[in-house]
């Protein structure tokens, strides 16, 4: 004998034989990680590139032409050449001195990204990269190269 008053039960459970489940809430589109993380994966980009030239450059003609592409050196930026604040942070001495840079990029970027935002992290980085060459033209007189300020 049931308790439930069968009346009662026959508004309460569906009429079919399986019960129809509710569909799984829509979950919004992943993006790949590369997506997600355009600022860091773009600035990883675009320095790889830059090394790349870098390398051919050095291959094809034999000289190495960190200064020619714009490595922090005091004479030239105290002649004006204001974008060597910026351009050495594109620029690597060698191939382990970019892969560390790269990797450290790779490893706290998109935290960092994903808590300010791409246009704000990408102002941070250049903001860092420039203040470490400022840095570097105040306290060293040598030439120098590489992202290890942003």
Partial sequence: MSIIDPQIRSETTPHSESPERDPAPAQPAQRPPWMQFRGTYGLIGLTVLVFAAQWLSLTLN??????EWGAKSRP?????????????????VSLPHLLVNMYSLYAIGPAV??????????????????????????????????????
């Fill in 113 to 150: 990204e994903r808590f300010f935002g791409t246009p704000r992290f990408i102002a941070l980085y250049l903001f860092c990269g420039f203040s470490g060459v400022l840095f570097s033209l105040a306290f060293s007189p040598f030439p120098s190269a590489g992202a290890s300020g942003s």
């Fill in 62 to 67: 034999g000289t190495d032409l960190l200064l």
């Fill in 76 to 92: 030239e930026m105290t002649a004006g050449q204001v974008w060597r604040f910026v351009t050495p942070l594109f620029l690597h």
